[in-house]
C-alpha cells in the first residue's frame, strides 16, 4: 500500500471532514481527544496561515493528521498528531512525526493527550523529552461546595457579548503575562469562541471593583444538545484569571467557587479543569476544593 505524506495550508472542506473523522475515531478507542481546542477551531475555522496541515494517505484512505504551529517565536513550534485506529503498529505514526520535524526545521514541541504510552515510545523513539505535564482534574457537584465570599468592595456579573471583549483581554493579558498560549489570546480567539456551540455568556463571570474588571471565571460546558462527545454533559472551569494587583485577597477562590456553583445549577454532576502540573499553589487551591488529578496531557520536545 502506498504511503505519502500531503503538505497544507487551509484544508478544504472534505479533508476537513475525514481529519474530523480520524480525530473521532481516536477519540472513541484512546478515551480522548487527540487535538486541543486550538487546532479543533483552526481545523473548523482557519487560523494563521503559518499554520501547517499534514495529511498522511495510506493508499486512498486518510491515515493520520498533523498540525504545525509556528507561531511562538520563543518557544518554537508545537505540533499535534493523530494515526486512525485501524492503521496503528504499521510505522505510520514515525512517518507522520519526522514529517512533522521536516516542516518545523527540526525544533519541536509535541503534544500528547492522555499520556498513553504509544505515544511515549514514539516519542522516545526519535529523541524527545518530556518537557511538561498538563493535569486534568474533576469534582463531583453532587459533593458539597464550601462556603465563600466575595472580598470586599467586589461584585460580580456576567459577560456582555460585543462590550466586554477589550477589557477582558487586557485582565487576560495581565493574568497570564507568563504563559503564552493563555496570555497571548487576541479579539479573534475570544470572537471564534464565542461562535462556538457551547458559548454561554450566562456562565462567564466578570468581577468588579471601583469599577474596574480584576478577574473573572469563564465555564464551559462539553457534550450540550450542540455538541456530540458520547457522554453526559461535563462542566470546565474553563479559565480563570485575576488581575496581579487583585492576588492574595481570596477573589480567585470566591470565582472558582462561583462557576461551579453556575455548572451545578446547570445540573451538571461532574467539573473538571486543565492546570500545569508545575503550577502547585492552583493545584492546592483546587485539590481544597475537593477537585482530584484525572488524567494527564504531556508534553515531549526536541532541539537540533
Known amino acids: 500500500m502506498t504511503v505519502r505524506v500531503v503538505e497544507r495550508g487551509r484544508l478544504d472542506d472534505r479533508e476537513t471532514a475525514d481529519v474530523l473523522d480520524v480525530v473521532e475515531a481516536a477519540t472513541e478507542a484512546d478515551g480522548a481527544r487527540p487535538l486541543n481546542e486550538h487546532v479543533m477551531l483552526h481545523l473548523r475555522y482557519g487560523g494563521?496561515?503559518?499554520?501547517?496541515?499534514?495529511?498522511?494517505?495510506?493508499?486512498?484512505?486518510?491515515?493520520?493528521?498533523?498540525?504545525?504551529?509556528?507561531?511562538?517565536?520563543?518557544?518554537?513550534?508545537?505540533g499535534e498528531l493523530v494515526v486512525h485506529p485501524a492503521f496503528r503498529r504499521q510505522g505510520h505514526g514515525a512517518t507522520l512525526l519526522r514529517a512533522v520535524l521536516e516542516v518545523s526545521g527540526g525544533r519541536l514541541r509535541l503534544w500528547a493527550h492522555g499520556d498513553h504510552t504509544g505515544a511515549a515510545a514514539l516519542?522516545?523513539?526519535?529523541?524527545?523529552?518530556?518537557?511538561r505535564s498538563l493535569w486534568q482534574m474533576r469534582r463531583s457537584l453532587f459533593a458539597p461546595l464550601p462556603p465563600s465570599s466575595l472580598p470586599e468592595g467586589v461584585r460580580l456579573r456576567t459577560f456582555a457579548p460585543g462590550q466586554d471583549e477589550e477589557a477582558w483581554l487586557k485582565v487576560n493579558a495581565a493574568a497570564f503575562a507568563h504563559h503564552p498560549e493563555q496570555g497571548?489570546?487576541?479579539?479573534?480567539?475570544v470572537r471564534l469562541r464565542e461562535s462556538e456551540p457551547w458559548?454561554?455568556?450566562?456562565?462567564?463571570?466578570?468581577?468588579?471593583?471601583?469599577?474596574?474588571?480584576?478577574?473573572?471565571?469563564?465555564?464551559?460546558?462539553?457534550?450540550?444538545?450542540a455538541e456530540e462527545h458520547g457522554h453526559e454533559p461535563l462542566g470546565e472551569v474553563y479559565v480563570v484569571g485575576v488581575d496581579p494587583s487583585q492576588q492574595g485577597t481570596g477573589l480567585g477562590k470566591a470565582l472558582t467557587l462561583a462557576g461551579l456553583r453556575h455548572l451545578r445549577s446547570r445540573g451538571l454532576a461532574q467539573a473538571m479543569?486543565?492546570?500545569?502540573?508545575?503550577?502547585?499553589?492552583?493545584?492546592?487551591?483546587y485539590e481544597s476544593l475537593g477537585f482530584n488529578r484525572w488524567d494527564v496531557d504531556v508534553m515531549y520536545a526536541a532541539t537540533r
Open 48 to 78: 494563521d496561515e503559518r499554520a501547517r496541515s499534514l495529511l498522511l494517505y495510506s493508499g486512498a484512505s486518510l491515515a493520520g493528521y498533523a498540525h504545525v504551529d509556528p507561531t511562538d517565536e520563543v518557544e518554537g513550534p508545537s
Open 123 to 131: 516519542a522516545a523513539s526519535a529523541g524527545f523529552e518530556r518537557m
Open 184 to 189: 497571548g489570546w487576541t479579539l479573534d480567539d
Open 199 to 225: 458559548f454561554d455568556p450566562e456562565g462567564f463571570f466578570l468581577a468588579y471593583r471601583d469599577g474596574r474588571l480584576v478577574g473573572f471565571h469563564w465555564t464551559k460546558i462539553h457534550g450540550s444538545s
Open 273 to 285: 479543569l486543565y492546570v500545569d502540573e508545575a503550577n502547585t499553589a492552583a493545584i492546592r487551591l
